[in-house]
C-alpha cells in the first residue's frame, strides 16, 4: 500500500481536515469567553455580547463552502508587509483566516495582499508564484486539484478546468459568492482603493453585481475601522433583487452591510402616487435642484424692524440695518439652512452682548443663550428666516402656481412648470398623493435644511436607470466616502435612463471618476447573446456586443404560434425546460403574468415569484418584465417579445426591457410568440 503521506490529493485532504478542526477551535475559544468580569454595566455586556455572537457565527464552518479554494507556493517568501504575519512560502486560500493553536496560518483570507497572485498572476506576469493550484469540490469534499507552474516555462497556458466547471454550474437558489473565481480585469476593480469612485459599464452577465459585492467585502477587510464606523451600503432597484443577493456578503463573513433601493433611502413620505413619464422625467431633471434651492430660501426676508430686549429695568436695540447685514452674512456662507437659523439668534443675541459691555456690564456665556431665546429675538428670526419643512414646502411647491412660477423663474419653462404642478393641490403632507419622484425631491429639500450623513462607501447597482435628481440623492450618502458604480446603458428603461457615465457621476458628485468596461459575460450563452444583440444598435448604438466564456453555444428556440396556442404551448416549454438540471423562469409582460399563472397553476406547476428562493423542489419562477432586471435562470421561457415591448411608454425603453429578458439565460432561451416579433430581431 502507497504511503498516504506522499500521495498530494491526501495530504491536502489532511490540511482540510485540520484546518476545520482549527476553525472549530477557534470558535469554542469564542464561545468560552466569560465577558462577565470585563464589562462594567450591562450597556457594555450587551454590546460586547452582540459582537461576540456576530464573531461566533462568522466562524461557523459551513458545509457546503469550502473552507478554502486554492494554494499558492510562493518562490521566495513574500515581504513582511505583504505577508501580514503569515511565514513560510505556502498558503492556502480561503474565505476567512483560519490559524492553528499556536497562531499560525492555515487559510488565508481571499482579501489578504499575499492572496492576490491567485487572482492575477499569469505566465507572463508570475508575481513570485511557483505553483497555483485550484481544488475541486463534490458535496463539501476536496476530489480533485489543478496546478499551474507559472515559472516553468516548458509548461504551455492553458484553460482552467475546474474554472469552468464552476462557471458553468446550474443555478440554484440565490446568487452566490465567486472568490474561487474572480477574473483579472475583475479583480482590478474589486481591489481598487477606497479612495476613488469606480464606475463600471458591462454587457448583461459580465459580473458586475458580483463584482460589486465583492468589492464591499474587500473594502471591509482592508479599512474595517474606517468603514465600521462610517458604514457601507448597497443600492439595488427593487426588494427581490435585493432578497436575490442578499446571501453573498454573509456568506463572505460580512453582516453589517446595509442593503437598499433609491425609493428606500427617501422614504420620508408614502408613496401612494405615480406620475406620467413626462412629469417623472422632468421631477428626475437636475435643474429641480435650483428650483427647490430658490423655494427653500424664498422665505428670507431683510429685517425692516429694531429688535428690542428687554432685561430687568434696560432695553437693548439692535437696529435694522445691523441684522440685515447678519443675514446677509449667513446667506453668503456655505452651511445649511439649518444650520443658519440656528446660528442667527446667536449672532442676534451676540450684539445684544456686545452693547452690554459698551454699558460696562459683564454678561458671561448664559446671558447669551437666554438673549437668543428671548421672544423678541425668537420672532425676528421667524419672520427673517422661517422654519422650512422640508415635505411642506414641496407640497406649496406642486400646489401653488404662483410660488412655483417664482422658483423657476429662468430654469423651467411656463409648459415645464405645468406639467409639475398637481391638478388638484393636495391639503396637506398626509393627504397628498406623494411619487416616488417627490420623495426624491423632499430628500433634497431635507438635504438644503439639514446635511445628510455621508457613509464610507455606497455601491450602486442598475445604475443606469437613476435620475439626475436621484443620482444628487446617492451621492449625498457618500460625500466623504467613495463610490462604485455599476450598470449597462443597454438596459437602461426609465425615461430617465442615463445617456453618459460622465453625466451621472457629475450628478453624484463624483465628477472625472474612473470609467472601466468589463466585456467578458459568465452568464448567458454565445448563441443567446448573438441573438439579444440584434437589438444593441436600436438601444445602445455606441455599445460593443458581450463575449461569452461558456463553452456551450447554449440552446436558442424562437417559435411562432397562433394565438389561440400561445398560454398552452408556454406552459409546455416550462415543463420541458422543468425536465432539465437548474432554475426555470418564465417571463412574461407584467400585464400577462396573473393569465399565465393561472394557466400553470391549472396545470399543476407550482410557481415562485422573482427574488424568492428556488430549491431542488421549486425550481419554476414566474417573472414580471419588470423586475427580470440583475437576475438569472438556467432556462428561461420568454413569452411574447411585442407584448413586452407594448409594456413600456416608447419604442427605445421597450426594446431594452427585451434585452433584459433576454439576457437572463444561462443555458437556454425558448421564445414564444403569437404577435410578430419587433423587426430588429426579426432581421
Ligand atoms: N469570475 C466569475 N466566476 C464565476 N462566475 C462568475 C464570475 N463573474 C460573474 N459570474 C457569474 O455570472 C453571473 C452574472 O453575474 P452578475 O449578475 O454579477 O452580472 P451583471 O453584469 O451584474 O449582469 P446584469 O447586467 O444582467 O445585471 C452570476 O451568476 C455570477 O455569479
Known amino acids: 500500500m502507497s504511503d498516504p503521506s506522499h500521495d498530494p490529493l491526501q495530504r491536502e485532504q489532511t490540511h482540510l481536515t485540520e484546518s476545520r478542526a482549527a476553525l472549530r477551535a477557534m470558535r469554542a475559544d469564542v464561545e468560552a469567553l466569560d465577558i462577565r468580569d470585563v464589562t462594567a454595566n450591562w450597556v457594555n455586556a450587551a454590546v460586547l455580547r452582540s459582537q461576540v455572537d456576530a464573531r461566533i457565527k462568522a466562524l461557523a464552518d459551513l458545509a457546503h463552502t469550502p ?247 434696560r432695553r437693548w436695540r439692535v437696529p435694522a440695518y445691523e441684522l440685515q447685514e447678519t443675514v446677509r452674512e449667513l446667506l453668503d456662507r456655505d452651511i445649511r439652512y439649518g444650520a443658519a437659523r440656528e446660528a442667527l439668534p446667536q449672532r442676534i443675541a451676540h450684539a445684544v452682548l456686545v452693547r452690554m459691555e459698551r454699558a460696562g456690564e459683564a454678561p458671561d456665556d448664559r446671558v447669551q443663550d437666554a438673549v437668543a431665546r428671548n421672544a423678541a429675538v425668537k420672532a425676528a428670526v421667524k419672520e427673517a428666516w422661517p422654519a422650512v ?63 445628510t450623513p455621508s457613509l464610507g462607501h455606497v455601491v450602486v447597482d442598475e445604475a443606469q436607470d437613476l435620475s439626475p435628481m436621484q443620482y444628487r440623492a446617492v451621492g449625498r450618502r457618500c460625500t466623504t466616502g467613495s463610490a462604485t458604480v455599476l450598470g449597462d ?70 417559435r411562432p404560434l397562433p394565438a389561440g396556442e400561445l398560454d398552452a404551448e408556454v406552459v409546455r416549454a416550462c415543463v420541458a425546460a422543468l425536465e432539465r438540471e437548474g432554475s426555470v423562469g418564465l417571463i412574461a409582460a407584467d400585464a400577462r403574468c396573473p393569465r399565465l399563472g393561472a394557466a400553470l397553476t391549472e396545470s399543476g406547476l407550482p410557481h415562485l415569484a422573482p427574488g424568492e428562493e428556488t430549491t431542488a423542489d421549486a425550481r419554476l419562477t414566474l417573472v414580471p418584465a419588470s423586475l427580470a432586471k440583475g437576475l438569472e435562470y438556467d432556462y428561461v421561457v420568454l413569452d411574447d417579445p411585442a407584448s413586452i415591448v407594448a409594456g413600456e411608454p416608447d419604442e427605445r425603453t421597450g426594446l431594452r426591457r427585451l434585452y433584459v429578458c433576454l439576457t437572463r439565460a444561462v443555458s437556454g432561451l425558448t421564445v414564444l410568440h403569437a404577435e410578430e416579433l419587433p423587426e430588429q430581431l426579426a432581421a
Open 489 to 558: 446603458i443597454a438596459q437602461g428603461t426609465t425615461p430617465w435612463a442615463t445617456a453618459s457615465w460622465e453625466e451621472a457621476l457629475e450628478h453624484l458628485g463624483k465628477a472625472g471618476a474612473q470609467v472601466e468596461e468589463l466585456t467578458t459575460g459568465f452568464r448567458v450563452p454565445r448563441a443567446v447573446i448573438a441573438y439579444a444583440s440584434r437589438l444593441l444598435p436600436s438601444i445602445a448604438p455606441g455599445l460593443k456586443e458581450a463575449t461569452s466564456i461558456r463553452e456551450s453555444e447554449g440552446d436558442l428556440v424562437v
Open 67 to 313: 473552507l478554502f479554494f486554492g494554494r499558492l507556493d510562493y518562490l521566495h517568501a513574500p515581504g513582511a508587509e505583504q505577508a501580514e504575519g503569515a511565514e513560510g512560502e505556502q498558503f492556502y486560500i480561503g474565505r476567512r483566516h483560519v490559524h492553528d493553536a499556536e497562531g499560525d496560518p492555515m487559510v488565508i483570507d481571499w482579501r489578504a495582499p499575499v492572496s492576490q497572485p491567485f487572482y492575477r498572476a499569469s505566465k507572463t506576469e508570475p508575481m513570485d508564484i511557483a505553483l497555483r493550484r485550484r481544488f475541486g469540490y463534490t458535496g463539501g469534499e476536496l476530489t480533485a486539484y489543478e496546478d499551474e507552474h507559472l515559472t516553468d516555462p516548458t509548461e504551455d497556458a492553458h484553460a482552467s478546468r475546474l474554472l469552468q466547471s464552476e462557471i458553468e454550474k446550474p443555478r440554484v437558489g440565490p446568487m452566490r459568492d465567486i472568490v474561487a473565481t474572480i477574473q483579472p480585469e475583475q479583480d482590478e476593480i474589486v481591489r481598487a482603493g477606497i479612495g476613488g469612485t469606480v464606475c463600471v459599464q458591462g454587457a448583461p452577465g459580465t459580473g458586475k453585481t458580483a463584482v460589486g459585492l465583492h468589492r464591499v467585502a474587500y473594502l471591509l477587510y482592508a479599512h474595517r475601522e474606517r468603514l465600521a464606523r462610517t458604514g457601507t451600503l448597497v443600492v439595488g432597484p427593487n426588494a427581490s433583487f435585493l432578497r436575490y443577493i442578499e446571501q453573498v456578503l454573509p456568506a463572505l463573513g460580512e453582516l453589517e452591510v446595509k442593503q437598499a433601493t433609491v425609493d428606500d433611502l427617501v422614504a420620508h413620505v408614502e408613496v401612494r402616487g405615480s406620475d406620467s413619464a413626462a412629469t417623472a422625467t422632468l421631477k428626475g431633471d437636475a435643474r429641480l435642484a435650483q428650483v427647490l434651492r430658490r423655494a427653500v430660501y424664498d422665505g428670507v426676508t431683510m429685517p425692516t424692524e429694531t429688535v428690542v430686549v428687554v432685561r430687568g429695568s
Open 389 to 451: 419643512d422640508p415635505a411642506k414646502l414641496v407640497l406649496r411647491l406642486l400646489g401653488d402656481a404662483e410660488f412655483l412660477a417664482r422658483c423657476a423663474a429662468g430654469v423651467l419653462s411656463e409648459e415645464e412648470q405645468r406639467l409639475l404642478l398637481w391638478d388638484k393641490p393636495a391639503r396637506s403632507v398626509r393627504s397628498a398623493k406623494w411619487s416616488a419622484a417627490d420623495a426624491v425631491l423632499i430628500d433634497e429639500v431635507r438635504d438644503l435644511v439639514e446635511r
